[in-house]
T-cell receptor, first 115, second 114 residues
């Protein structure tokens, strides 16, 4: 069965520091992987997605993620955190490849950015 | 509309009551999804519509939950005989067609069952 595990329910970084949010996946088929962000009082927004093309995926707001099959990981990074990055981040996997947007989400990581 | 709209934004009900949650997807989007997000958890898939038909309802937890999309646009999630465990944020999302195109989420309906 497909699943994702997000390590660290809360991550705190200083403004300007590297952001690293961890996601490991389990999938019996080649996975489609996603990162979503949820700002306070807003709906989930797609940050980026991996669909078996390039292993390094660039998303919005300076975020990127690298698909590493050997490590079954899809960690999210940003070189320099901004106060506006404070939000909850969800990793997700699609169990049907590109067939639908039926997604399995992780439990989320709440990112705090300290001034 | 400009985005996915969900009404009401908050719904408080008593155990055993019936509730309806409404979703207005982005105009022209044929695919519509319902997810449920419990406190401290990620969203959990409930049901997927392609047009008017439910293409996948495998996430509905039991027969108290039902959803419709009669004209292929607005969808209503219906919960009968509500239980305290149904308390959660119910999220609706839409995409232009099926497949893994960009999914647009609404802000959700916070359901509280007392």
């Amino acid at each position: 069965a497909q699943s994702v595990t997000q390590l660290g329910s809360h991550v705190s970084v200083s403004e300007g520091a590297l952001v690293l949010l961890r996601c490991n996946y389990s999938s019996s088929v080649p996975p489609y992987l996603f990162w979503y962000v949820q700002y306070p009082n807003q709906g989930l927004q797609l940050l980026l997605k991996y669909t078996s093309a390039a292993t390094l995926v660039k998303g919005i707001n300076g975020f990127e993620a690298e698909f590493k099959k050997s490590e079954t990981s899809f960690h999210l990074t940003k070189p320099s955190a901004h106060m506006s990055d404070a939000a909850e981040y969800f990793c997700a996997v699609s169990p049907y490849g590109g067939a639908t947007n039926k997604l399995i989400f992780g439990t989320g990581t709440l990112l705090a950015v300290q001034p | 509309g400009a985005g996915v709209s969900q009404t009401p934004s908050n719904k408080v009900t008593e155990k055993g009551k019936y509730v309806e949650l409404r979703c207005d997807p982005i105009s022209g989007h044929t695919a519509l999804y319902w997810y449920r997000q419990s406190l401290g958890q990620g969203p959990e898939f409930l049901i997927y519509f392609q047009g008017t038909g439910a293409a996948d309802d495998s996430g509905l937890p039991n027969d108290r939950f039902f959803a419709v999309r009669p004209e292929g646009s607005v969808s209503t999630l219906k919960i009968q005989r509500t239980e305290r465990g149904d308390s959660a944020v119910y999220l609706c999302a839409s995409s232009l067609t099926g497949g893994n195109e960009k999914l647009f989420f609404g802000s959700g309906t916070q359901l509280s069952v007392l």
